[in-house]
């Protein structure tokens, strides 16, 4: 059945307010939970057509949002398919961009891409280190929001530049044996990150990762 994640951009000085990892997991679970259309979503829920995203009433709005990333996303499987896609894909893309997308996704995909052992790369993505602090247990992602600003510089890059890796994909990676079976996806997939990191970034927040 594989791992499904859920995502989520919080007030991290609201998060922070409680006293331990315990209650910081559960005020998230707890948010999470709120605001799903159904409460069987997995392994057996048909996820929406596209991304959207869920916002809490009262009394817990103005502290979170979640992000559905839809079809394709809600499974770690995809995020791991689009990773190894990237790493068939890289060696074919200006090294100015391959460079912005390998530490964009990084962090976001939990557990480093083994390109990443590549720290010559030219252009200005590699003066923007993104790090981030251990993830408590069952966390998939743990970005406070010093992290999000950095992941968003980031990706005002990669952003301009999904087009530029559509021939390299579609001629390189190995994209038929997953839900990331074509360019569009991949690049769905990195719009919505985009999306969550460009959220958490204009209110000041952090984002956490959920595994589900």
Known sequence: MGTCIDVLIVDWDHLMSAPSDDQRYAMLHDAGSSVDDDEDVWPDR???VGPQWFWPSLPAVGWFGKYDFGAVGFSYKDHFAASEHWEATRAFVAPEVYS??????DPLFWGGLECMADQDAEGAATH???VLPGAPSDHLLWGPPAAASSLKLLWDTVGTELEALRQPFERYAHAGSSRINSFDAFAGLLRGWGDVIGQA???GWGVVGLRC
């Open 201 to 203: 970034q204009q209110r």
């Open 128 to 130: 923007v280190p993104v």
């Open 46 to 48: 048909s996820p929406p």
């Open 100 to 105: 912005a997308v390998d530490r964009f996704i």
